[in-house]
T-cell receptor, first 111, second 111 residues
Framework: KNEVEQSPQNLTAQEGEFITINCSYS?????LHWLQQHPGGGIVSLFM???GKKKHGRLIATINIQEKHSSLHITASHPRDSAVYIC?????????????FGTGTRLQVTL | DTEVTQTPKHLVMGMTNKKSLKCEQH?????MYWYKQKAKKPPELMFV???????INESVPSRFSPECPNSSLLNLHLHALQPEDSALYLC??????????FGPGTRLTVL
């Protein structure tokens, strides 16, 4: 069993829909990251969370440390949101952090 | 300057070649990372440098040799690679205990 599980693996939505991607983990963590990767490579860090909730534009990320669960929400989805969304847990703080990645959720938003 | 740059963007090499990948950041981050990503898989950590010293080596074969000549630069020297080493190689950097900033990656093909 992977230490980080994401669901769903694939998601298709119509423009304007509210989207939720879930992440569960089984280890103690110091922080959780949500990352976005568009086709062609580059990874963008969306959020780093250690508790509670963060919001940036149409994106909202929440984390429940006791339940070892996080969600990424996209409101009013748009085709440009189509990408792979990756949950990663940070296993220690300090100068260098080691991330363990989930397998990603492939999101396709259609017109 | 708030980005991580990687060169080259694409690299094709034979199994007997020696080549190097380069990663640079000028954000003052003291931790730098090399990841390998195969198609439709999450990134896998290869190496972590902290204050220009190698702090994590994830049992990477010796045909991959990292080098951190200064706090802004990270190299990955490649020698005698195998076709299965073909992948996207991602570099990242982070300030102490905070989110990682990823570069756009080098897409490597080994013939």
């Amino acid at each position: 069993k992977n230490e980080v599980e994401q669901s769903p693996q694939n998601l298709t939505a119509q423009e304007g829909e509210f989207i939720t991607i879930n992440c569960s983990y089984s280890v103690g963590i110091s922080a959780l990251h949500w990352l976005q990767q568009h086709p062609g490579g580059g990874i963008v860090s969306l959020f780093m969370l250690s508790s509670g909730k963060k919001k940036h534009g149409r994106l909202i990320a929440t984390i429940n440390i006791q339940e070892k669960h996080s969600s990424l929400h996209i409101t009013a989805s748009h085709p440009r949101d189509s990408a792979v969304y990756i949950c990663a847990v940070q296993l220690r703080t300090g100068t260098a952090s080691k991330l363990t990645f989930g397998t990603g959720t492939r999101l396709q938003v259609t017109l | 300057d708030t980005e991580v740059t990687q060169t080259p963007k694409h690299l094709v090499m034979g199994m007997t070649n020696k080549k190097s990948l380069k990663c640079e950041q000028h954000m003052g981050h003291r931790a730098m990372y090399w990841y390998k990503q195969k198609a439709k898989k999450p990134p896998e950590l290869m190496f972590v440098y902290s204050y220009e010293k190698l702090s994590i080596n994830e049992s990477v074969p010796s045909r991959f040799s990292p080098e951190c000549p200064n706090s802004s630069l990270l190299n990955l020297h490649l020698h005698a690679l195998q076709p299965e080493d073909s992948a996207l190689y991602l570099c990242a950097s982070s300030p102490q205990g905070y989110e990682q900033f990823f570069g756009p990656g080098t897409r490597l093909t080994v013939l």
